[in-house]
């Protein structure tokens, strides 16, 4: 086993994963850089291990022990690298707080990422789920990104369309880019930057708090109130924030299901399809507050299940696959889980 390597035993993931699951890893290593994935892939017996990439573990479910090697992707530092005259291009480290690299743009000046304020994680993590919130997506100030690959042990800059983003979607969720750590994210941030205010709520929060004109900051500090109101402190109680996605369905389909539910919550997108809220048909089917042993839906949004302490990863996924089923019973729609399932 190569010596430099700080690799740990039976590691306890309970602070690594934000459902506060008790699970451990059979060998465990926090990752600085590139260095060390490539120290880690010319070792012969740590590359023959089943890997594992953690961030901030807010999207993943652990259903039990890692029989493998958890690579902890830490890596820190953030600065200003460019400035296109239109926009300013910032880059950060994998391993940083994605909620702290939000403010550390915001003191800086910048906005573009203020409605995305909050959401737990690692800035490594946010391409890979392209991240999403208050009607802003990764993507919509996405600039490069750069990726060792653990087969070539080569490092790639990818750009937007090279990382594939769709709804909390890109290449890293699929079999062609399971083999790439995300080292470093850069954003290109508007100079001349308007607020994004299309997610209604966030809108009349602004105004009934008197701000006609609102800052990049206090955008941020209206999305962080309204957050905090709405949804659980993974601090405090166990939770990967929204554990289903949205389903898209046809436009006919959404029409049916009206004729059905008139009440159904949906949103026009602009391929003709329709977003249905999944939060809504969990709590129509009588979910919100509801609990299976220790893991429960949040009595505040049905989109988000809890471990109300001591759950295991096999008892979230019992309540997540009894609430798909109930959902897909009522309306006929499949709930597609946001965390990965390990």
């Known amino acids: ?47 023959a291990l089943p890997r594992l990439l953690l961030g901030g573990g807010s999207n993943v479910l652990l259903t039990r022990d890692f029989d493998g090697l958890v690579l902890h992707m830490a890596g820190a530092g953030k600065d200003i690298v460019g400035d296109t005259g239109t926009h ?20 800086q000046g910048l906005g573009g990422l203020e409605n995305m ?14 991240i999403g919130a208050y009607g802003a997506e990764i993507k919509d100030v996405f600039h490069s990104l750069t990726a060792f690959d653990m087969a070539s042990g080569a ?8 990382c594939r983003f769709g709804y909390r979607d890109s290449v890293f969720k699929h079999a062609e880019g399971q083999g790439l750590a995300i080292i470093d994210v850069t954003f290109a941030l508007p100079r001349n930057w308007q607020p994004n205010l299309r997610y209604a709520e966030l809108a009349q929060a602004l105004l009934d708090a008197g701000i006609e004109q609102p800052t990049a900051q206090q955008v941020s500090d209206t999305v962080v109130a309204i957050r905090r109101r709405k949804l659980p402190d993974p601090a405090v109680i166990g939770n990967a924030g929204s554990f289903f996605k949205n389903p898209v369905v046809s ?17 026009a997108q602009p391929d003709g399809s329709e977003k249905l ?39 979230v996924l019992a309540l997540a696959r009894a609430i798909q089923a109930d959902v897909h019973e009522r309306y006929g729609v499949m709930l597609d889980p946001e965390p990965v399932f390990v």
């Open 251 to 267: 436009g006919a389909e959404c029409a049916r299901l009206l004729e059905r539910f008139p009440a159904l919550v949906h949103h």
């Open 1 to 47: 086993m190569h010596t430099r390597l700080a690799i740990e035993h039976d590691f306890p993931l309970k602070s690594l994963n934000t459902f506060g699951i008790d699970a451990k890893a059979r060998r465990y290593l926090r990752v600085a850089g590139p260095a060390d994935l490539a120290a880690v892939m010319a070792d012969p017996a740590l590359s």
């Open 117 to 130: 304020s909050l959401i737990p994680g690692t800035l490594g993590a946010a391409p890979i789920q392209n």
């Open 155 to 162: 490092l790639r800059t990818m750009t937007a369309a090279e």
């Open 277 to 315: 809220a999944a939060g809504w048909l969990i709590d129509q089917c009588g979910w919100k507050g509801k609990h299976l042993g220790a893991a429960g839906v949040y009595p505040k949004q049905a989109l988000v299940l809890v471990n109300n302490g001591g759950a295991s990863g096999a008892d």
């Open 88 to 107: 300013v291009l910032v880059r950060g480290a994998a391993g940083e707080n994605w909620h702290g690299f939000v403010q550390y743009t915001l003191a």
